[in-house]
């Protein structure tokens, strides 16, 4: 018996319910106040910039640009689709909750929804093949007269580089690369470089991430491309398709330095006899039975 004798019924003190909520409320306010502060805090100045990219890493290459711009673009605009897709599912699901036991009323055509889902779906594919054709013809685009040529032939396990320019009157030099000793690819700044990727026994993929390309290397086939470093330092390169047991050890370094130090690079390879060119075999360039593939020497 409760003290006003209604039966099964216990008093509480008065206020006790109140009392209780704005306790609570202040512990989630401070809770989230100090994890607020702990996030501001503990995000660097470089940390901020990373995220502004979305994880991709500070660009070296005149085609950063053009591979930043279409990413970021492509996940703005799946970003507005699921907004607008997730804002509608809880919108639907609020409006016509069932409320009674009654059946809705059924209807079998919608003529402007039917058109809504045609016509959207083209439109966003359109707009994403549009901006893609744009930027890709831009990311692949290749000159006439590039300033320089760089032969890149991805072995198991290891990589190959055959620079193409005239060192002290001898027609190109090389350097490899070995498990122990990944190869440097060394680079002038500011320059054009044009590729051709070459691989004389199964798939490599080349990729240095702060140019923001990447393209496979297949066995009998002369893959090209063409850029311009943009940025002096030291970058990260590596095999991005599975090769093989050493996979994992197919990595390199890309030095991208000033003009004399490159020439004097190439100069102490030539020194060392490194002279001609390095291509892995005729299976680099050549398919059996086909013979020599375009590009191939």
């Given at each position: 018996?409760?003290?006003n004798?209604?039966p099964?019924v216990e008093e509480?003190?008065?206020?006790?319910?109140g009392?209780?909520?704005?306790?609570k409320?202040?512990?989630?306010v401070?809770t989230a106040v100090?994890?607020?502060?702990l996030l501001l805090t503990g995000c660097?100045?470089?940390t901020?910039e990373?995220w502004?990219?979305?994880?991709?890493?500070v660009?070296?290459?005149?085609?950063t640009?053009q591979?930043r711009?279409l990413w970021?673009?492509?996940?703005?605009a799946?970003l507005?689709?699921g907004?607008?897709?997730w804002?509608?599912?809880l919108?639907?699901?609020v409006?016509?909750r069932?409320?009674t036991?009654?059946?809705?009323?059924q209807v079998?055509?919608?003529?402007?929804?039917?058109?809504l889902?045609?016509?959207?779906?083209?439109a966003i594919?359109?707009v994403?093949?549009?901006?893609?054709v744009?930027?890709g013809?831009?990311?692949?685009?290749?000159?006439?007269s590039p300033?320089?040529?760089v032969?890149v032939?991805g072995?198991q396990w290891?990589w190959?580089?055959?620079?193409?320019?005239?060192?002290?009157?001898?027609?190109?030099?090389?350097?490899t690369g070995?498990?122990?000793?990944?190869?440097?690819?060394?680079?002038p700044v500011?320059?054009?470089v044009?590729?051709?990727l070459?691989s004389?026994?199964?798939?490599?993929s080349?990729?240095?991430?702060?140019?923001?390309f990447?393209l496979?290397?297949i066995?009998?086939?002369?893959?090209?491309f063409e850029?311009?470093?943009t940025?002096?330092g030291?970058?990260?390169?590596?095999?991005?398709?599975?090769c093989g047991l050493?996979?994992?050890?197919m990595?390199?370094?890309?030095?991208v330095?000033?003009r004399d130090?490159?020439d004097?690079h190439?100069?102490?390879?030539?020194?060392?006899?490194?002279?001609?060119?390095?291509t892995?075999?005729?299976?680099?360039?050549?398919?059996p039975g086909?013979?020599?593939q375009?590009?191939?020497?």
């Amino acid at each position: 018996m409760g003290s006003n004798g209604t039966p099964g019924v216990e008093e509480r003190p008065a206020g006790s319910a109140g009392a209780t909520r704005p306790g609570k409320r202040r512990l989630l306010v401070g809770t989230a106040v100090v994890l607020g502060t702990l996030l501001l805090t503990g995000c660097s100045s470089a940390t901020t910039e990373q995220w502004k990219r979305l994880g991709l890493p500070v660009g070296a290459s005149d085609r950063t640009e053009q591979v930043r711009s279409l990413w970021i673009g492509a996940w703005i605009a799946a970003l507005i689709v699921g907004v607008m897709v997730w804002g509608l599912i809880l919108w639907v699901s609020v409006r016509y909750r069932k409320r009674t036991d009654e059946a809705p009323k059924q209807v079998r055509y919608n003529l402007p929804l039917e058109v809504l889902y045609t016509l959207a779906p083209f439109a966003i594919i359109g707009v994403l093949f549009f901006y893609t054709v744009e930027h890709g013809n831009k990311i692949t685009a290749m000159s006439s007269s590039p300033q320089h040529t760089v032969n890149v032939v991805g072995q198991q396990w290891q990589w190959t580089f055959n620079y193409k320019d005239t060192v002290d009157g001898q027609q190109g030099v090389w350097e490899t690369g070995t498990l122990d000793k990944p190869a440097q690819l060394w680079l002038p700044v500011n320059e054009s470089v044009h590729f051709d990727l070459t691989s004389p026994d199964v798939i490599h993929s080349f990729w240095v991430p702060s140019f923001y390309f990447k393209l496979d290397v297949i066995p009998g086939r002369t893959n090209k491309f063409e850029l311009t470093p943009t940025k002096t330092g030291t970058f990260a390169g590596k095999c991005a398709e599975l090769c093989g047991l050493y996979h994992s050890r197919m990595v390199f370094t890309v030095k991208v330095v000033n003009r004399d130090e490159y020439d004097a690079h190439l100069k102490e390879l030539a020194a060392k006899g490194q002279t001609g060119a390095a291509t892995g075999g005729s299976n680099a360039t050549t398919i059996p039975g086909h013979g020599e593939q375009e590009g191939g020497k």
